[in-house]
T-cell receptor, first 115, second 111 residues
Framework: DQQVKQNSPSLSVQEGRISILNCDYT??????FLWYKKYPAEGPTFLIS?????DKNEDGRFTVFLNKSAKHLSLHIVPSQPGDSAVYFC??????????????FGAGTILRVKS | DAGVTQSPTHLIKTRGQQVTLRCSPK?????VSWYQQALGQGPQFIFQ???????QRGNFPDRFSGHQFPNYSSELNVNALLLGDSALYLC??????????FGPGTRLTVL
């Protein structure tokens, strides 16, 4: 049972344009969402997060949008740069405990930014 | 400031063998989580350790066990290896409730 889904295995975008990566979830208990970026031979790197009490969070070129009613979130990268080429994972967690979050990941989307 | 480190980088084992993977958390972190990433999939939560105890566990069999030491470092043990255990094993460290920082992973191949 895949609770977090990234339906696009890959995305190709021209440098300078917007990249939009999408993620859907099924578990209504999820209350915190994150995006991680992963380069080959490295571990995932935290990019940006959003709490379920918000519908938008922005950090520089990266913006995450959350639509709770649709159980959908998206990551916008503007403008896209060749260095953004990586695998992007959407992750979700529920019931943030004092012992930290158990993260549920999607399968990832490979982003290629062409120069 | 050293990040999360894992050893070994790569490992090849045969079916039925046992393996131990190691993780040193980022300086100042006391919580360690382990994830398994199979080819073409996202990381799957195995378990989490805090104060030397397993606090949360994912849907993995008892063949997967772990340990956390007083210095917060951690080990992941897998017994009776199966071909399906071949994956990238990721360790992540954090303070409880904070963002998790991942190590580069250990690539395990079971033949």
């Amino acid at each position: 049972d895949q609770q977090v889904k990234q339906n696009s295995p890959s995305l190709s975008v021209q440098e300078g344009r917007i990249s939009i990566l999408n993620c859907d979830y099924t578990n209504s208990m999820f209350d915190y969402f994150l995006w991680y970026k992963k380069y080959p031979a490295e571990g995932p790197t935290f990019l940006i997060s959003i709490s379920s009490i918000k519908d938008k969070n922005e950090d520089g070129r990266f913006t995450v949008f959350l639509n709770k009613s649709a159980k959908h979130l998206s990551l916008h990268i503007v403008p896209s740069q060749p260095g953004d080429s990586a695998v992007y994972f959407c992750a979700a967690s529920a019931l943030i405990t004092e012992y930290g979050n158990k993260l549920v990941f999607g399968a990832g989307t490979i982003l290629r930014v062409k120069s | 400031d050293a990040g999360v480190t894992q050893s070994p980088t790569h490992l090849i084992k045969t079916r039925g063998q046992q393996v131990t993977l190691r993780c040193s958390p980022k300086s100042g972190h006391d919580t360690v989580s382990w994830y398994q990433q199979a080819l073409g999939q996202g990381p799957q939560f195995i378990f989490q350790y805090y104060e030397e105890e397993e606090r949360q566990r994912g849907n993995f069999p008892d063949r997967f066990s772990g340990h956390q030491f007083p210095n917060y470092s951690s080990e992941l043990n897998v017994n009776a290896l199966l071909l399906g255990d071949s994956a990238l094993y990721l360790c992540a460290s954090s303070h409880p409730g904070d963002e998790q920082f991942f190590g580069p992973g250990t690539r395990l191949t079971v033949l």
